[in-house]
């Protein structure tokens, strides 16, 4: 969590509304833990480490941030940039200006002065507390942010003398907090259901309605699992822009989007995934659909989709108006 941030075990206000948010790919218009390195390494060089890092007979492909952590100490090594250049690299990641805008509505809002705001993220809280920092967001998130621990370690002597650098990246597992977790559908440094659950349990009673945005097939798990009648989910659709690391800072909506890309497979993503992935289609739509298939659930609450900044503003407007009807339910 950010420094700003309530603790683990703190109790939480009462909010009538709570907004909660994914912050890769909703928030900001990229992977963090991909956009850092190649702002060092280049799209090609950090795809390669990734791919490899993610074999079997490496890290594997469910262990994502050992990898994210051997890729930044690529960077460290190799380009002899500092922690304070990867970190100012994550302050300068592109977001759509009316996601922005959408968050202060939010927190600025004068007709529920319950709501609050809060991030559960698969990214790690150096990035994300950087780059909300920048963009002057710290305030907004009322409610925490729930994402993996990154620290920079220094190596042992031994251990530097043969790099170029005396610091790597650390990554604690947000799920290490609970001793881990259970779910089979998320990876396992974090369950967003059973993070929701904490953050809703944390809160001062009566539990507040549920306004959950995100666009992976981990935001899947709590929209199937936690939301209930009366909450909703703001469901990303439309596809990946193909070349999200060449942005920075505030973007439109007419660039966020061009098609697939070249991306990693992120442990968010099962096998049955991969060919939504591959085409650039933000897959938790494509996840609800498959458990509804597979496994006969689907989500209790009302699931609107959106395709750009300025269509999420719109519904957030709604929501914080009362206006919002049926005619925009995907």
Same mark, same amino acid.
């Given at each position: 969590?950010?420094?700003?941030?309530?603790?683990?075990? %703190?109790?939480?206000?009462? =909010?009538?509304?709570?907004?909660? &948010?994914?912050?890769?790919?909703?928030?900001?218009? !990229?992977?963090?833990?991909? *956009?850092?390195?190649?702002?060092?390494?280049?799209?090609?060089?950090?795809?390669?480490?990734?791919?490899?890092?993610?074999?079997?007979?490496?890290?594997?492909?469910?262990?994502?941030?050992?990898?994210?952590?051997?890729?930044?100490?690529?960077?460290?090594?190799?380009?002899? !940039?500092?922690?304070?250049?990867?970190?100012?690299?994550?302050?300068?990641?592109?977001?759509?200006?009316?996601? @922005?805008?959408?968050?202060?509505?939010?927190?600025?809002?004068?007709?529920?002065?319950? !709501?609050?705001?809060?991030?559960?993220?698969? $990214?790690? %809280?150096?990035?994300?507390?950087?780059?909300?920092?920048?963009?002057?967001?710290?305030? *907004?998130?009322?409610?925490?942010?729930?994402?993996?621990? $990154?620290? &920079?370690?220094?190596?042992?002597?031994?251990?530097?003398?043969?790099?170029?650098?005396?610091?790597?990246?650390?990554?604690?597992?947000?799920?290490?907090? *609970?001793?881990?977790?259970?779910?089979?559908?998320?990876?396992?440094?974090?369950?967003?259901?059973?993070?929701? /659950?904490?953050?809703?349990?944390?809160?001062?009673?009566?539990?507040?309605?549920?306004?959950?945005?995100?666009?992976?097939?981990? %935001?899947?798990?709590?929209?199937?699992?936690?939301?209930?009648?009366?909450?909703?989910?703001?469901? @990303?659709?439309?596809? @990946? /822009?193909?070349?999200?690391?060449?942005?920075?800072?505030?973007? =439109?909506?007419?660039?966020?989007?061009?098609?697939?890309?070249?991306?990693?497979?992120?442990?968010?993503?099962?096998?049955?995934?991969? %060919?939504?992935?591959?085409? $650039?289609?933000?897959?938790?739509?494509?996840?609800?659909?498959?458990?509804?298939?597979?496994?006969?659930?689907?989500?209790? !609450?009302?699931?609107?989709?959106?395709?750009?900044?300025?269509?999420?503003?719109?519904?957030?407007?709604?929501?914080?108006?009362?206006?919002?009807?049926?005619?925009?339910?995907?």
């Amino acid at each position: 969590m950010t420094s700003s941030s309530p603790t683990a075990t %703190d109790s939480l206000p009462t =909010a009538r509304t709570l907004f909660v &948010w994914d912050f890769d790919w909703t928030i900001v218009n !990229c992977n963090s833990d991909e *956009y850092v390195p190649s702002q060092f390494l280049g799209d090609k060089k950090t795809t390669e480490k990734f791919r490899d890092g993610l074999k079997d007979d490496n890290f594997g492909p469910t262990r994502w941030h050992e990898c994210v952590s051997a890729v930044i100490t690529s960077c460290l090594e190799e380009t002899q !940039c500092t922690e304070h250049d990867l970190l100012d690299a994550a302050a300068s990641m592109p977001f759509l200006t009316d996601v @922005r805008g959408a968050l202060a509505e939010i927190h600025h809002n004068k007709s529920d002065k319950q !709501c609050g705001q809060a991030i559960i993220s698969d $990214g790690n %809280d150096l990035f994300i507390g950087a780059f909300l920092k920048r963009n002057e967001m710290e305030e *907004y998130f009322t409610h925490g942010i729930e994402t993996n621990i $990154g620290s &920079w370690e220094l190596l042992e002597s031994n251990e530097s003398l043969d790099t170029k650098c005396s610091k790597r990246l650390q990554v604690k597992y947000q799920s290490a907090k *609970y001793g881990g977790h259970s779910c089979t559908s998320c990876p396992p440094n974090l369950c967003k259901s059973q993070a929701l /659950r904490d953050i809703i349990d944390r809160t001062e009673q009566p539990r507040p309605r549920i306004v959950y945005v995100g666009d992976g097939s981990n %935001d899947a798990c709590p929209a199937l699992h936690v939301l209930s009648e009366g909450d909703i989910l703001l469901a @990303r659709c439309g596809k @990946r /822009r193909r070349d999200p690391n060449s942005l920075s800072g505030p973007t =439109a909506d007419e660039d966020s989007t061009e098609g697939h890309g070249e991306h990693n497979f992120h442990p968010e993503m099962h096998v049955d995934e991969i %060919d939504a992935h591959v085409a $650039g289609a933000f897959p938790i739509l494509s996840a609800l659909r498959k458990a509804k298939v597979n496994c006969g659930i689907e989500p209790k !609450c009302k699931v609107y989709a959106w395709r750009s900044g300025k269509q999420l503003r719109s519904l957030i407007s709604q929501i914080l108006n009362g206006t919002l009807n049926k005619r925009n339910q995907g």
